[in-house]
């Protein structure tokens, strides 16, 4: 015969059996929430930023767009890059893009409605584009007056095409370009495969050809410097991650990648 002492303890055996019973129903359902959220990391998605750059930031953005990424996991980072006067029309037409990076300011201001407030990332120079070994001796801006040679400009709708007017204006060289390209890539290539005898680039654009042109330098007192504002776009999907990024740029390690390349502290 159970004594009131045992007969009280039985319900409490059975109360202690039913909680293990119902943690071990519940375990599996737990597992199974932790398992769906790390399917959501595993699945690979990701936010995908497209970023419109100015041309001459081609190589070093591939640099700095791999560098991002490797810190910011889930982030994939896509460029395109064009004339900043291209970029701009791509703005007012509503391309779908996160950030915009051009060449100068003036650009970014004609699309100031389209954009948050951007930030100076990076300065640049000019320099005049020969042939390797500079066959033509060319020796400063004054030389581009010669009738004899075929010198290529930028558009002056382009960054470039601007500051080059700029420097030569500010000199009284007066150029007759054989041609106006839409961007300073476009100028470069037409000196490297010898369709033109100079161009006007930045120092960082030759520098990425070294083993096919050379590069004059301008002095200081008769340059131009080009400015690099970032922006967001306004009507980015990803505000958050376009914000990040370009406060990105200004960081010691997107600086460093820049000035690497030959790009000037903002």
Not at 147 to 162: E, I, R
Request: proline share 5%; aromatic share 4%.
């Amino acid at each position: 015969m159970r004594t009131p002492a045992a007969r009280a303890a039985i319900p409490a055996g059975r109360r202690a059996a039913a909680a293990l019973a119902a943690v071990a129903l519940l375990a599996p359902l737990a597992a199974c929430g932790g398992d769906g959220d790390g399917g959501d990391e595993a699945s690979g998605k990701e936010t995908r930023l497209t970023v419109l750059a100015a041309s001459s930031l081609t190589d070093v953005f591939k640099a700095a767009g791999a560098a991002y990424e490797a810190s910011h996991k889930g982030v994939a980072v896509t460029f395109s890059f064009a004339g900043s006067q291209e970029l701009a029309a791509q703005v007012r037409q509503g391309a779908p893009a996160d950030v915009l990076v051009t060449a100068d300011a003036k650009t970014m201001d004609d699309v100031r409605g389209e954009t948050g407030d951007p930030v100076v990332i990076a300065g640049n120079r000019l320099v005049i584009a020969v042939g390797e070994g500079n066959p033509h001796k060319v020796g400063g801006l004054a030389d581009l007056a010669d009738p004899k040679l075929k010198v290529v400009l930028a558009a002056p709708q382009a960054p470039v095409g601007k500051y080059s007017r700029q420097v030569l204006d500010a000199q009284r060289v007066t150029v007759r370009s054989v041609s106006q390209e839409p961007n300073v890539r476009a100028v470069l290539s037409k000196v490297e495969l010898g369709e033109a005898d100079a161009g006007i680039v930045y120092r960082t654009d030759a520098a990425v050809a070294q083993d096919k042109v050379d590069a004059v330098e301008i002095p200081d007192g008769q340059n131009a410097v080009a400015e690099y504002p970032a922006a967001t776009l306004k009507a980015s999907e990803n505000a958050a991650a376009a914000a990040e990024f370009v406060a990105w740029l200004r960081t010691p390690e997107a600086l460093k990648i820049l000035q690497d390349a030959g790009f000037q502290k903002p």
